[in-house]
């Protein structure tokens, strides 16, 4: 009489490591099992790679049907820093998988002294601008670990300079006369030092002024296109001031909403004179 461990038929699940293109990485793996027990596929940990998904059951009963798993990898991407303006103070470091597949370690990124912050960098060549301000470079963590990620460590003075650099490198387009009131310009170093809560405060009394003139010193006619260009200054700085505290501004946007409230700055002064 034989025993029933000794019938039991023998199966396996195939585990394919490839990428989301469908390239093998490394050659495939069994798992050999009797019929009807239990198996589990662990996620393993390959150098330079990370899970980012996979096709098939990681665990169930051993069929009579073979089956297949694929766990699908990406490669990791790297980290580069510039440190100042000068692109030959540049490290590039790779990621490193943490303990677990589908995770990297944290970075700690040099140390900032003085003014210096870690910006991050969008775009590429002659498109780059300076992004986002890094919240927390002790433990850096990457949105996309599959991606490079660009950084640039820079005081307040060189990132003005950086971007000069930068702009100066671009195709040239016919150039447009800039009216820029001496205000605007407080306001624009108001806010590079953090302290875009003082833009709206710059022009404040100017424009309570005007609100404020009797009604027999205006032109009745330029009265609400007055008052509708102060009501379009305070939403401008009013959103400025409320996605900053929320570091939701690239360096570009914070520009681009000071340069709106600068030019209502000036259109509201030409028609209250």
């Not at 038929?9 to 798992?31: C, E, G, H, S």
């Not at 009797?34 to 390959?46: A, C, D, H, S």
């Not at 990370?50 to 089956?67: D, F, H, P, Q, W």
């Not at 305070?234 to 340069?259: G, P």
């Amino acid at each position: 009489m034989m025993l029933e461990n000794e019938t039991s038929a023998l199966n396996y699940v195939v585990i394919n490591f490839i990428t989301a293109d469908r390239k093998k990485i490394i050659d495939p793996l069994k798992i050999f099992k009797p019929i009807g027990e239990f198996y589990q596929v662990n996620k393993p940990r390959l150098d330079g790679y990370i899970l980012t998904s996979y096709r098939g059951k990681l665990e169930g009963v051993m069929k009579e049907e073979s089956e297949q798993v694929e766990l699908i990898y990406e490669p990791l991407g790297k980290l580069i820093i510039q440190s100042g303006i000068d692109e030959e103070n540049t490290e590039v470091r790779s990621f490193q998988i943490s303990e677990r597949a589908n995770q990297v370690k944290m970075i700690s990124l040099p140390k900032i002294q003085g003014s210096e912050d870690y910006y991050y960098v969008e775009g590429h060549g002659d498109e780059r601008q300076i992004g986002k301000r890094v919240i927390n470079p002790d433990n850096f963590l990457p949105d996309d670990p599959t991606s490079d990620v660009y950084l640039v460590k820079l005081t307040l003075e060189q990132l003005d300079e950086l971007e000069k650099r930068w702009h100066a490198q671009e195709q040239p387009v016919e150039a447009k006369p800039e009216i820029v009131s001496v205000n605007a310009q407080t306001a624009k170093k108001a806010a590079k030092v953090a302290s875009v809560q003082e833009i709206s405060k710059v022009e404040k009394v100017k424009v309570t002024e005007f609100i404020q003139k009797p009604k027999e010193e205006m032109n009745m006619q330029l009265l609400e296109p007055t008052l509708l260009l102060c009501d379009a200054f305070k939403q401008v700085t009013h959103a400025l001031v409320e996605f900053d505290k929320k570091n939701q501004l690239s360096q570009l946007q914070r520009k681009q909403l000071i340069k709106k409230a600068s030019a209502l700055l000036v259109a509201i002064e030409k028609l209250s004179k």
